[in-house]
Every structure is written in C-alpha cells, then in structure tokens.
C-alpha cells in the first residue's frame, strides 16, 4: 500500500498521506489505482464527512506521475492513456469535501489532485511548478485544473517557464490558489480545523454545496480537459527524448522562486 489513511471517527475526518517520501511521494499505476478506490470507497463511508490530502515527509506534497512507470499506449493518434485521470475525488463522484494539505513541492500531476480539492492549506515553504515544457511536454490536463483556480496569467507563466520558475507558498496564496498559509509544523493541524469544521455540519448540505460549487464550472472544465489527449499526442516529444531532456536537466533546473 502507498497510501496511509487515519480516520478521526469521532470528528468523522479522514487523513489520506500519499506515502511514497523517497519518491517524493510520486503516484506510479498502483498509487493510482488506490487513490480511485479509496474514493470511491469513501462515498459509501458515512463516517467519513470530510478529508485531509497530504504526503509523506516535509519535502513533496506530489511530484506527479513516478518516471519510472510504464503506461502502454493504443497506435490510434486520437487516443492517449493517462493513468492519472481517474486519480481525483471528483473523477470518481465523490462530493465530500476535500482540503489539500501541501507540505512541500507540488508539481505537474500533483494539479490532478489539487484541481479536484476544494480548497488549499499550505506550508509556507511549499513551492508549486509544472516542468511539462522543459522536458518537451505538454501542459494540458494540469494547465487545465489550474486555470480554474488561478488568474489565466499566473497559469500561463508556471505552465511555460517549466523548470525556470517556481511559485511561492505566499505567491499562490497572493493570485487564490492557496486559502490559508501555515507554518511546516502547524499544517496539519489548520487542516484539520477547516476538515472537522466541516464535518461537523449536516452532511447533505455541505455535500449538496459542494456538488453546486462544481457544477458553476464543470461544463467548461470538461469541454477543456476533452481536448487534452490530442494536444498530448501531437505536442510531446518521444519518450526517449523526454528522458534525454530529463537526465540532462535542461537550463531552467537552477529555477527562480517568485
């Protein structure tokens, strides 16, 4: 297992840790598939009102989809497989509220996760980035989410300068992305306040405003995210060469923190 959940029954809060530390808590094919069934499992769950998201360790919150992974590819040049679609509490129909806590980097498949959250708690020395385009990558799926919940500038800027830039835990919560900014070691904790505050009231209220919350923007987000397959398979160079890219650290590695 490389996830670890710890239920407050009595606050009806459940902490999911993406437990992957020495990957930098990474998401490979079995992260994957946890991730949607324990979604999916808590739907059923009446104990659990709201969840917690965070990873392992002070270093990475997510740093995306683990390298090492092999997804196979269908020939069809319309059709690309990504296992990281369904990684999401909304992919799988889940309307209980759910608070991100990022304790560290957030970057590339780590906006899968945070798109899907309803809202932010970081630690002040969190830092998010997307290295798509350095590694001759596209940004789709993860520019997407992010263009929901940041200004389109703030998104364009990380989508492009890749690895040249990182955005600061007090520049996100400047441009929205982030709601609250704690210090490393009370994270957890002002994540849970917001979590068990929200458990605490009805459930098919707070479930019912969530489901509303999602529905103002979900028309677009699905028309977006539906040309992101295609923009993939004609935007990204081959994987051997993305590896290249990735083992030589193109210029933009040594990054700038705004």
Same mark, same amino acid.
């Given at each position: ?20 530390? /020495? ?98 708690? /970081? ?91 999602? /529905? ?43």
């Amino acid at each position: 297992m490389t996830l670890r959940v710890e239920r407050d029954e009595e606050n009806g809060v459940a902490v999911v840790t993406l437990d992957r530390e /020495s990957r930098h808590n990474a998401v490979d094919l079995g992260t994957a598939a946890e991730l949607a069934a324990l979604w999916r499992e808590f739907r059923f769950d009446e104990e659990v009102r709201a969840v917690v998201l965070t990873g392992a360790g002070t270093a990475a919150f997510c740093t995306g989809i683990d390298r090492s992974a092999q997804v196979p590819q269908p020939a069809s040049p319309y059709s690309v497989d990504d296992p990281l679609v369904a990684i999401g509490p909304k992919a799988n129909d889940l309307w209980k509220p759910v608070v991100a806590a990022v304790n560290g980097m957030a970057c590339g498949g780590a906006f899968y996760l945070l798109g899907e959250a309803e809202f932010i708690v /970081s630690a002040t020395t969190a830092t998010y980035f997307d290295p798509h385009t350095s590694y001759g990558m596209v940004s789709a799926y993860e520019a997407v989410y992010m263009a929901q919940r940041m200004p389109f500038g703030e998104v364009a800027r990380m989508s492009l300068m890749g690895t040249a830039e990182r955005l600061s835990a007090r520049r996100a919560y400047e441009v929205g992305l982030v709601s609250e900014l704690a210090e490393p070691g009370e994270l957890l904790a002002a994540a849970l306040r917001s979590a068990r505050t929200l458990a605490s009231f009805p459930t098919e209220g707070v479930q019912g405003t969530v489901r509303a919350l999602w /529905s103002a923007k979900q028309a677009a987000l699905q028309q977006a995210l539906a040309q992101a397959p295609a923009l993939i398979a004609l935007g990204n160079l081959p994987p051997e060469r993305q590896a290249e890219l990735f083992e030589g650290r193109r210029p933009g590695t040594d990054f700038r923190l705004r």
